[in-house]
T-cell receptor, first 114, second 110 residues
């Protein structure tokens, strides 16, 4: 199994550009989420989804959109990139409520906004 | 606001020492407590998960305990090795949402 796959691994954007970070999992996990990791700030939750068609905001949702049309995919859209969105983004998935509720992470996407 | 705190923020020890990393959380109504390892420039790897009904979990040289009443979890690393050098993060979860601590950067000196 591939687990959680994120693309791209690296991206450089100019201020105002838009882009989508892709996340796919092949474990049939209900729960998917996006985090950003900044030095000294730890991981902060951006958006999460508890199933296809259901999304909700996390701690730092401004400037980001998500959708969950399938169980497998959970893309993160940056609408108009800003330098403050320079960060490393992680997608993670799990199956809440089961005994094996292990949060599984992708390898990360490093985004630089100039 | 639910918070997770990890102490110490950084730790440097000689090889062979036994270590204790601490994680405290403000909301005792947790579902799970999970410990992760992150190597520089890499993603997070799950080490141990403790469900709310459990008190501890063990994997090899690692042992994690959970005390919900005091809002604390500890990660015990026995006989540390240079390969254990990494950042260790704990995360508490409610039903769906995980809240992370800022991590402990561990360096084990050969």
């Amino acid at each position: 199994n591939a687990g959680v796959t994120q693309t791209p691994k690296f991206q450089v954007l100019k201020t105002g550009q838009s882009m989508t970070l892709q996340c796919a999992q092949d474990m049939n996990h209900e729960y998917m989420s996006w985090y950003r990791q900044d030095p000294g700030m730890g991981l902060r939750l951006i958006h999460y989804s508890v199933g296809a068609g259901i999304t909700d905001q996390g701690e730092v949702p401004n400037g980001y959109n998500v959708s969950r049309s399938t169980t497998e995919d959970f893309p993160l859209r940056l609408l108009s990139a800003a330098p403050s969105q320079t960060s490393v983004y992680f997608c993670a998935s799990s199956t809440p409520g089961s005994g094996a509720n292990v949060l599984t992470f992708g390898a990360g996407s490093r985004l630089t906004v100039l | 606001k639910q918070e997770v705190t990890q102490i110490p923020a950084a730790l440097s020890v000689p090889e062979g020492e036994n270590l204790v990393l601490n994680c405290s959380f403000t909301d005792s109504a947790i579902y799970n407590l999970q410990w992760f390892r992150q190597d520089p420039g890499k993603g997070l790897t799950s080490l141990l998960l403790i469900q709310s009904s459990q008190r501890e979990q063990t994997s090899g040289r690692l042992n994690a305990s959970l005390d919900k009443s005091s809002g604390r979890s500890t990660l015990y690393i026995a006989a540390s090795q240079p390969g254990d050098s990494a950042t260790y993060l704990c995360a508490r979860s409610g039903t769906y949402k995980y809240i992370f601590g800022t991590g402990t950067r561990l360096k084990v000196l050969a």
